[in-house]
């Protein structure tokens, strides 16, 4: 008799089920246990895992055929298992193998044996199979979710925007470049021309969660060709505080959100983090350099904060002020790109970090076409080339601000994660395009 796949219950319904009730359950045979007399089944599904028993010789015999992994459809009696662990178990009276899997996995997902993330990383779709990267995945997809009621509740529109384009907006070093019938196409940095085009036509409050692409040269822990951004937009702007007031009310309120919607993809994870108070430090760039000579780096106005100084001075910002969430302000002009709007030597672009790594950069924009101008020429670009980018400023543009985050990087950051990629389904850098 054929099972039927619509009665199908999930492995955590079945511990919700009382004991001697018949139950339907599918999913991947991940440990197969024939022990003679009796054998055992430990299913797993999406909600976790459940033990199936028998000890039917009929059953027995089947079960000895099962290889790991393998798709199966049960039914069975719910019965409160006799393991230390406690819970129900179903004592099996019948099973179906929907997808019988070859015996010798390439990889171990068991948890039992660690294997190398790049290894790992090959065998992707394998790898995924683990609940620990379920958990993760889970919680990105939260993350998206959250952010989006977030900022539809405050009444911003979410825009996608092209990701083939034809010039660059964060630096040439990083573009991608193609053929595009015959004509040069390079894939998107970052929405950051779009997003503000969409304030020239007056939508007032835009934002985007989508693919950027970025030809880094190394490799690095945060550093991906691919990665997913975060970008938002505002109109009306008097400063940048504007925009770090709605970034930190985003952060905390995320926060939140993840430790009420995720609580049990956390514990499994066992990540925990301090929602942190708001308002987060203002810390200026200069303070930043006083706070890191305390220390003995010596950097002056207009130099880099580099990777390890930039941790420095989150170990330092952390004894200081008590928070690993914090805003550093008021960068050289020099370091910032041409669209941010300065005041002299110092821009009103910042940054957004956490424990010491940044997670987001944004700024006021410069909302004058003329300026926009000079500043496009004195980065050492031409204006001819930004041309497209101009247009809108010339017929109305409001003052405007906003910034740009990272979606794997925040979860990296959050979830403690060692590399960016294990935050990532299927991670592009320099050297990896496939699965
Ligand atoms: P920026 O280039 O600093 O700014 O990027 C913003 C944020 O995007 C993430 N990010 C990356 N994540 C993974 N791999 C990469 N290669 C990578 N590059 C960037 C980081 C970074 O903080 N248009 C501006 C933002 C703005 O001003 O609105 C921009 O793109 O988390």
Redesign the pocket.
Do not use: C, M, W
């Given at each position: 008799m054929a099972l039927d796949l619509h009665k199908r219950v999930y492995s955590s319904e079945v511990q919700a089920s009382k004991p001697g009730s018949l139950v339907v359950v599918a999913g991947w045979a991940a440990d197969v246990k024939s022990l003679g007399k009796i054998a055992f089944i430990k299913l797993r599904d999406r909600t976790g895992y459940l033990q199936l028993v028998s000890t039917d010789a009929k059953l027995i015999e089947k079960i000895s055929k099962l290889t790991n992994e393998s798709v199966i459809l049960a039914t069975g009696k719910v019965q409160a298992s006799k393991q230390k662990s406690g819970g129900n178990e179903i004592e099996l009276k019948e099973f179906e193998v929907l997808n019988l899997s070859e015996p010798k996995m390439p990889i171990d997902i068991s948890g039992k044996i660690q294997t190398d993330l790049s290894k790992r990383l090959d065998y992707r779709v394998l790898d995924l199979k683990s609940p620990r990267n379920l958990a993760i995945f889970k919680i990105r997809s939260q993350a998206n979710a959250s952010t989006r009621d977030f900022l539809l509740a405050k009444g911003f529109i979410e825009m996608q925007t092209p990701k083939l384009v034809a010039a660059g907006?964060?630096g040439g070093a990083?573009l991608f470049q193609a053929d595009y019938y015959g004509r040069k196409v390079f894939l998107s940095?970052?929405?950051?021309l779009y997003?503000q085009y969409l304030l020239a036509a007056g939508f007032d409050r835009v934002f985007e969660i989508g693919p950027?692409f970025?030809a880094?040269k190394s490799h690095t822990m945060?550093?991906?060709?691919e990665?997913t951004?975060f970008?938002?937009?505002m109109a009306f702007i008097k400063d940048e505080e504007d925009i770090l007031n709605v970034l930190e009310e985003w952060f905390v309120y995320l926060l939140k959100d993840l430790n009420k919607k995720c609580s049990e993809q956390l514990k499994l994870l066992g990540a925990t983090f301090e929602v942190p108070k708001q308002p987060f430090p203002r810390i200026t760039y200069e303070e930043c350099l006083k706070l890191l000579s305390t220390v003995g780096v010596k950097l002056k106005f207009g130099d880099d904060i580099g990777t390890d100084e930039e941790k420095k001075v989150g170990e330092l910002i952390k004894k200081k002020y008590k928070t690993n969430a914090y805003f550093i302000t008021k960068y050289p002009y020099t370091l910032k790109?041409f669209?941010?709007k300065t005041d002299g030597k110092i821009s009103r672009?910042f940054?957004?970090e956490y424990d010491g790594e940044?997670?987001?950069?944004?700024?006021q924009r410069e909302h004058s076409a003329e300026t926009l101008t000079k500043q496009i020429k004195e980065k050492g670009l031409n204006p001819k080339d930004f041309e497209f980018y101009l247009l809108p400023f010339r017929y109305g543009m409001p003052p405007h601000g906003?910034?740009?985050?990272?979606i794997?990087?925040?979860i990296r950051y959050i979830l403690k994660l060692e590399n960016?990629r294990e935050a990532v389904l299927f991670p592009r850098d320099p050297e990896r395009l496939t699965p």
């Open positions: 907006t964060e990083t940095q970052s929405q950051q997003k950027s970025r880094e945060r550093h991906l060709t990665f951004h970008d938002f937009e790109p669209y941010i672009g940054d957004f940044e997670l987001a950069s944004g700024g906003g910034f740009g985050l990272g794997d990087r925040l960016i």
